[in-house]
């Protein structure tokens, strides 16, 4: 399967501390988005990252790209109870069904 | 702008019956995809589709069916409901075809088939 694989598949840390989350992935692609989701209701897109980027930022947000190990991270920054929800990255492969192939995700917990 | 929306947000129905979805896409985007989301097999896409044409399908079987109107809005049907059916059912709008720019999801509709 295509899909990618994030690693942890859930994670909970104090209010403030720092979240990093992985995703890994099999073939090339040519972006790879991230989302968050709250509690089974709709997909919020969160940040973009093309095949030829190796970091970008968003406010408290960090992405990396390493297309060589084929994986990205996700990192968030001075967490607040409000981030809790599930994390999903998503690719879109070259060569394929244009799509977006989403991982398993990572369900974060704040605790306050 | 408004958001993608979805109607109806939550639905019972019973197995053998058939459904009908609908996403209004954001005003001007012209892209609508939808995936099916269930605990045991994530997030899973359904099919597109760009200027009432389907650009690309998800294996999903044939009772699966879509379309596209010219004001854009989307509907999807699922024939004969089978337990396995039960899921969250989100649809995404984007300015483009294809996938190389953000998705805009609605919140869902929450099939539940008994």
């Known amino acids: 399967s295509q899909q990618g694989e994030e690693d942890p598949q859930a994670l909970s840390i104090q209010e403030g501390e720092n979240a990093t989350m992985n995703c890994s992935y099999k073939?090339?692609?040519?972006?790879l988005q991230w989302y968050r989701q709250n509690s089974g209701r709709g997909l919020v897109h969160l940040i973009l990252?093309?095949?030829?980027?190796r970091e970008k930022h968003s406010g408290r947000l960090r992405v990396t790209l390493d297309t060589s190990k084929k994986s990205s991270s996700l990192l968030i920054t001075a967490s607040r109870a409000a981030d809790t929800a599930s994390y999903f990255c998503?690719?879109?492969?070259?060569?394929?069904?244009?799509?977006?192939?989403f991982g398993t995700g990572t369900r974060l917990t704040i605790i306050p | 702008k408004a958001g993608v929306t979805q109607t109806p947000r939550y639905l019972i129905k019973t197995r053998g019956q058939q459904v009908t979805l609908s996403c209004s896409p954001i005003?001007?985007?012209?892209?609508v995809s939808w995936y099916q989301q269930t605990p045991g097999q994530g997030l899973q896409f359904l099919f597109e589709?760009?200027?009432?044409?389907?650009?690309n399908k998800g294996n999903f079987p044939g009772r699966f069916s879509g379309r596209q109107f010219s004001n854009s809005r989307s509907e999807m049907n699922v024939s004969t409901l089978e337990l396995g059916d039960s899921a969250l059912y989100l649809c995404?709008?984007?300015?483009?075809?294809?996938?190389?720019?953000?998705?805009?999801f609605g919140p869902g509709t929450r099939l539940t088939v008994l």
């Open positions: 995404a709008s984007s300015l483009a075809g294809g996938y190389l720019v953000e998705q805009f």
């Open positions: 073939t090339s692609i040519n972006n």
């Open positions: 990252i093309r095949s030829n980027e």
């Open positions: 998503a690719t879109v492969f070259l060569g394929g069904n244009e799509k977006l192939t």
């Open positions: 005003s001007g985007h012209r892209s």
């Open positions: 589709y760009f200027s009432e044409t389907q650009r």
